[in-house]
């Protein structure tokens, strides 16, 4: 049986650290909140350059980890017995 979801907006928030309980501001927070859900969100300052270095190194580190000859028996054709 599947369960019913609750579809109430919580008529409470916190705005600029005060609990909120009027609906008009809860409900206009609700709406600003979810108008564009990634606007604050800024990934230009996550990824730099020293971290998009560290990944490519690691890119390349498990590349190469799986070309070498011990490698190959993982790198080759499958058998129908291994798929199933």
């Known amino acids: 049986m599947a369960q019913i979801k609750k579809i109430d907006i ?6 600029n650290g005060a609990i909120q309980t009027d609906p008009k501001i809860v409900l206009d927070k609700w709406k600003q909140d979810l108008k564009d859900p990634y606007s604050k969100h ?8 020293g971290f998009c270095r560290y990944c490519m190194l690691q890119k390349e580190f498990i590349e190469s980890e799986t070309r070498g000859d011990d490698n190959k028996a993982l790198n080759g054709t499958m058998s129908e017995d291994e798929i199933l």
């Open 10 to 15: 919580p008529i409470r928030v916190l705005d």
């Open 42 to 49: 800024d990934v230009a300052n996550e990824f730099d350059d």
